[in-house]
């Protein structure tokens, strides 16, 4: 199970640090990451982190300003939101794999089999 927080409503240039509490005892096997969806377009992509944290992945349109990291001590899964822009207000989800991501073979949304209920990010102008 993977549950989200941190989400809310902050000005365009701010910052925001969601989290993701997952329970089980193999959380430091998974590939985690973040997709998020806007109303009326489709879900994408946002961010994944290796099993170790070892290697990190990141869309193009937020590589730079979002840093995703995880404690595996705390099963917890975070990604950091900088220089935020009315563009990034969506419902942001933390997804986990069993598979490895890598920039040749990237993970799509079928092959992250848990999904948490989301949390809404609203960055106004």
């Known amino acids: 199970q993977l549950v989200e927080s941190g989400g809310g409503l902050v000005q365009a240039g701010g910052s925001l640090r969601l989290s993701c509490a997952a329970s089980?005892?193999?959380?430091?096997?998974?590939?985690m990451g973040w997709f998020r969806q806007a109303p009326r377009k489709e879900r994408e992509f946002v961010a994944a982190?290796?099993?170790?944290?070892?290697?990190?992945y990141y869309a193009d349109s937020v590589k730079g300003r979002f840093t995703i990291s995880r404690d595996n001590a705390k099963n917890t899964v975070y990604l950091q939101l900088n220089s935020l822009k009315p563009e990034d207000t969506a419902v942001y989800y933390c997804v986990a794999s069993a598979f490895t991501y890598s920039r040749e073979s990237p993970l799509t949304p079928l092959d992250f089999g848990s999904w948490g209920q989301g949390t809404q990010v609203t960055v106004s102008s």
């Open positions: 982190i290796s099993w170790s944290g070892g290697s990190t």
């Open positions: 089980g005892r193999t959380f430091s096997a998974y590939t």
